[in-house]
């Protein structure tokens, strides 16, 4: 079972605008990850936010985190057409550091 | 990368065959896990390791053994391997930073069972 969902499935933007998307989950988390994941690549670890943390920067990314609705948001500012790839989210448990993931959000940047 | 690499990169089997995948660490990380990859399903975890000896299932287990006998390599092998089990399958460490686990990936591990 997958415990994050995100939404949109795949986003198509302009260069230069900005990119959200969501992510949200059924149970109770440690912590949730945001990975980014070019065609054919390996994940890179973008950003981890704690479940008492409401929000999150990283260079051009900002994340926020609601455990009241059990929701999460990756906000991509000024999107370039290297920020084309798939975006995951995966909630983090406190046993075993075991990630759920979601089925990810396929982001195109068009020049 | 945080030190992983996973071998082989691309595989090619049978299927009835058995398999085993390699990922070795070199940064002493104490956890390490494998997950698949498949269009439509994000990544699922399917057996991680806690350190030397100790392993536990993950999500999607089924048909899938793991054994750990040094802090560095964490081997997953597929006993028979079945067409079903054609995916990619990433390796994982857990690196403690700012008060939680990240986990970082390696390169990934392409696997095709005809």
């Known amino acids: 079972s997958q415990q994050g969902e995100e939404d949109p499935q795949a986003l198509s933007i302009q260069e230069g605008e900005n990119a959200t998307m969501n992510c949200s989950y059924k149970?109770?988390?440690?912590?949730l990850q945001w990975y980014r994941q070019n065609s054919g690549r390996g994940l890179v670890h973008l950003i981890l936010?704690?479940?008492?943390?409401r929000e999150k920067h990283s260079g051009r990314l900002r994340v926020t985190l609601d455990t009241s609705k059990k929701s999460s948001s990756l906000l991509i500012t000024a999107s370039r057409a290297a920020d084309t790839a798939s975006y995951f989210c995966?909630?983090?448990?406190?046993?075993?550091?075991?990630?759920?993931f979601g089925g990810g959000t396929r982001v195109l940047v068009k020049p | 990368d945080a030190g992983i690499t996973q071998s082989p990169r691309h595989k090619v089997t049978e299927t009835g065959t058995p398999v085993t995948l390699r990922c070795h660490q070199t940064?002493?990380?104490?956890?390490m896990y494998w997950y698949r990859q498949d269009p439509g399903h994000g990544l699922r975890l399917i057996h991680y390791?806690?350190?030397?000896?100790?392993?536990d299932k993950g999500e999607v287990s089924d048909g899938y053994s793991v054994s750990r006998s040094k802090t560095e390599d964490f081997l997953l092998t597929l006993e028979s391997a079945t067409s079903s089990q054609t995916s990619v399958y990433f390796c994982?460490?857990?690196?403690?930073?700012?008060?939680?686990?990240?986990?970082?990936f390696g390169p990934g591990t392409r696997l095709t069972v005809t």
């Open positions: 390791s806690y350190g030397v000896k100790d392993t």
């Open positions: 994982a460490i857990s690196e403690f930073s700012g008060g939680s686990y990240e986990q970082y």
């Open positions: 995966a909630t983090g448990q406190a046993a075993g550091n075991k990630l759920t």
């Open positions: 936010i704690r479940s008492n943390e």
């Open positions: 940064e002493n990380h104490r956890y």
């Open positions: 149970t109770s988390i440690n912590n």
